[in-house]
């Protein structure tokens, strides 16, 4: 079992900054997620990374501007977001994969089995 606990969210103006955290504990895994949905809308991926390789990957929305890392010592992985936009608003969820099926479905929701509670975050223009 793994748990996650995410924290940072909250309200900005467009062109602000937030940095999202997500605590791990519990069971080895290999990937790292941050997805988002927003209402009416299905899950979407973010950002992924392999715990330890540093492999990430993007979803093109968000390239650029997001930036996600990790603190292996503090089972931590963060979730940089700049130059944010109304289309960023949405609720955010960690999520953690103990295996991914191919590195391809990194931005996959499907892939992961561990999910945080969510933290809001919403973008005013």
């Known amino acids: 079992q793994v748990q996650l606990v995410e924290s940072g969210g909250g309200s900005v103006q467009t062109g602000g900054s937030l940095r999202l955290s997500c605590a791990s504990s519990g069971d080895t895994v290999s990937n790292m997620g941050w997805f988002r949905q927003a209402p009416g809308k299905g899950r979407e991926g973010v950002a992924s990374?392999?715990?330890?390789?540093?492999?990430?990957d993007y979803a093109a929305s968000v390239k650029g501007r997001f930036t996600i890392s990790q603190d292996n010592a503090k089972n931590t992985v963060y979730l940089q977001m700049n130059s944010l936009k109304p289309e960023d608003t949405a609720m955010y969820y960690c999520?953690?994969?103990?295996?991914?099926?191919?590195?391809?479905?990194?931005?996959?929701?499907?892939?992961?089995?561990?999910w945080g509670q969510g933290t809001q975050v919403t973008v005013s223009s």
């Open positions: 990374i392999l715990i330890g390789g540093g492999t990430i």
């Open positions: 999520a953690a994969a103990p295996y991914l099926r191919w590195p391809s479905l990194a931005l996959f929701p499907d892939e992961y089995n561990y």
